[in-house]
């Protein structure tokens, strides 16, 4: 019975860390879509809640290379991309030609970008840290 038990926890294990991978392959997919949307970004800081909405993970702001708020392009004085509410858009919302190379078939989903950031971000990766403008230490995902 123990060399049983033994094969269910190594099993365990080998699929929790292929989850994990898998998760870290969905923060890069996200990151370049991002990359894409705003092409003058160089990072992304995330909104990672513990105590309002439990493990959750949200896009919070886009920043240049000198650490400036970044909106991204604009039509009419607005952003086309709304780095605050973009995150919330299904994927199908976004451009084809930037989700389909990165999501395949699922670029029609009504999924969203966070969504998929929460998925990894309870599947237990680690969002890397660094100084994002006046918020010292949020997690961020660099996008170029």
Not at 26 to 45: H, M
Not at 114 to 134: D, H, M, V
């Amino acid at each position: 019975m123990d060399a049983t038990s033994t094969d269910v926890i190594t099993e365990m294990n080998l699929a929790r860390a292929a989850l994990k991978q898998n998760a870290r392959m969905v923060v890069k997919a996200v990151g370049a879509v991002l990359g894409q949307l705003y092409p003058e970004g160089k990072y992304v800081s995330l909104i990672c809640r513990e105590s309002d909405r439990p493990d959750t993970a949200s896009i919070g702001a886009v920043h240049d290379a000198q650490h400036r708020s970044h909106i991204g392009p604009t039509r009419k004085g607005s952003a086309i991309y709304p780095p605050s509410r973009v995150g919330d858009w299904p994927l199908r919302r976004l451009p084809k030609r930037i989700t389909r190379q990165h999501f395949g078939p699922h670029a029609d989903s009504d999924r969203t970008l966070n969504e998929l950031l929460t998925e990894a971000y309870r599947a237990g990766i680690t969002l890397p840290y660094g100084r994002t403008g006046g918020l010292p230490y949020s997690p961020r995902i660099e996008i170029r």
